[in-house]
């Protein structure tokens, strides 16, 4: 069955540095991949969407990072700030598939 | 301002009834989405409607129906079949029938079983 892994711990960083946040996915060829946050009690909002054609996608202090071969995204923040702080998670859709499949999301807290 | 609402916030359901949670948006969306997240865990497709009239079960279906009369409405009902239904509930809609396009999400109905 298609399985979609972040990390299974949750992240904590300084604020300042760089968050790097792991989408790993077996069984699948996604087309597209993407990146959601999502903060206590609320509904997940799009950050970024990446092609399998691309191997980067960046957008302010955001980074996603595609690799096909390795069936990984990364996804990275620079700068983290406290406010910075949410689930985020991972969502993959196949070219023949009839759905977006989501991950069960990594919990990020940027200490200040 | 556009978007999507969800009403109520929290809902409680007596054993051995339907309930029914609403789903509205104002985006000029094509498709809605229902999903179910339940404590760290992902989101789980319970049903879709690409286009007014006519909705797909996800991988989740058993125990809910939804409708689509309408293109800005897309209601959801559990129903007493799911047994377990206390979950946090999404709804979410897209530009286009493909479901490869980014999703809008609303701000979510908690429900919780009495």
Redesign the interface.
């Known amino acids: 069955s298609q399985k979609i892994e972040q990390n299974s711990e949750a992240l904590n960083i300084q604020e300042g540095k760089t968050a790097t946040l792991t989408c790993n996915y077996t069984n699948y060829s996604p087309a597209y991949l993407q990146w959601y946050r999502q903060d206590p009690g609320r509904g997940p909002v799009f950050l970024l969407l990446i092609r399998e054609n691309e191997k980067e996608k960046r957008k302010e202090r955001l980074k996603v990072t595609f690799d096909t071969t390795l069936k990984q995204s990364l996804f990275h923040i620079t700068a983290s700030q406290p406010a910075d702080s949410a689930t985020y998670l991972c969502a993959l859709d196949e070219g023949s598939a009839r759905q977006l499949t989501f991950g069960s999301g990594t919990q990020l807290t940027v200490l200040p | 301002d556009g978007g999507?609402t969800q009403s109520p916030k929290y809902l409680f359901r007596k054993e051995g009834q339907n309930v029914t949670l609403s789903c509205e948006q104002n985006l000029n969306h094509d498709a809605m989405y229902w999903?179910r997240q339940d404590p760290?865990?992902?989101?789980?497709?319970i049903y879709?409607s690409q286009i007014v009239n006519d909705f797909?079960k996800?991988?989740i279906a058993e125990g809910y129906s939804v409708s689509r009369e309408k293109k800005e409405s897309f209601p959801l009902t559990v129903t007493s079949a799911q047994k377990n239904p206390t979950a946090?509930y999404?709804c979410?809609s897209s530009i286009g029938g493909g479901?490869?396009e980014?999703?809008?999400?609303?701000?979510?109905t908690?429900l919780l079983v009495l």
Not at chain 2, 40 to 45: F, N, T
């Open positions: 999507i999903y760290g865990q992902g989101l789980r497709l879709y797909q996800g991988d946090f999404l979410a479901l490869r980014t999703q809008y999400f609303g701000p979510g908690r």
